[in-house]
């Protein structure tokens, strides 16, 4: 069952503090595009599946990543798609986006996607993998 589109920007709000629905919903669409470049086949079709239909699509039709980006210049990326945005508030954008994707998603989904992902992404959804 995936999450309603309000109720998952209701969290995104909430986690990243942001005063308005816009910068909730601009911080998601961008994690969500890089996150989307990264993941393939069901895995990123389960994931998607847990999300409202907006942001599946997001996920589904992702930017095009060369490569796999480090977590550090997944920070980077989303920075410079974030106007006005640093890497500190990016940090904070991606904290607030994938938190709430990790929980429409659950644990087990979650631990499949970051199997996809360059190592330190656990930090960035906020679930630290022990080593």
Aim: aromatic share 6%; net charge negative; charged share 20%.
């Amino acid at each position: 069952m995936s999450m309603r589109r309000e109720a998952f920007l209701d969290h995104v709000q909430e986690r990243g503090e942001y005063r308005t629905r816009e910068e909730a919903e601009r911080a998601a669409r961008v994690v969500l595009a890089l996150l989307g470049a990264h993941l393939v086949g069901t895995v990123r079709a389960e994931l998607a599946a847990r999300l409202p239909e907006t942001y599946a699509l997001i996920l589904l039709n992702p930017l095009q990543a060369a490569e796999p980006l480090s977590p550090e210049r997944f920070v980077r990326a989303t920075a410079a798609w974030i106007e006005g945005a640093t890497e500190t508030t990016a940090l904070w954008d991606i904290g607030a986006v994938l938190s709430t994707v990790a929980a429409a998603a659950g644990g087990i989904l979650i631990r499949d996607v970051l199997l996809q992902l360059p190592p330190g992404y656990d930090l960035l959804f906020g679930h630290p993998q022990p080593t």
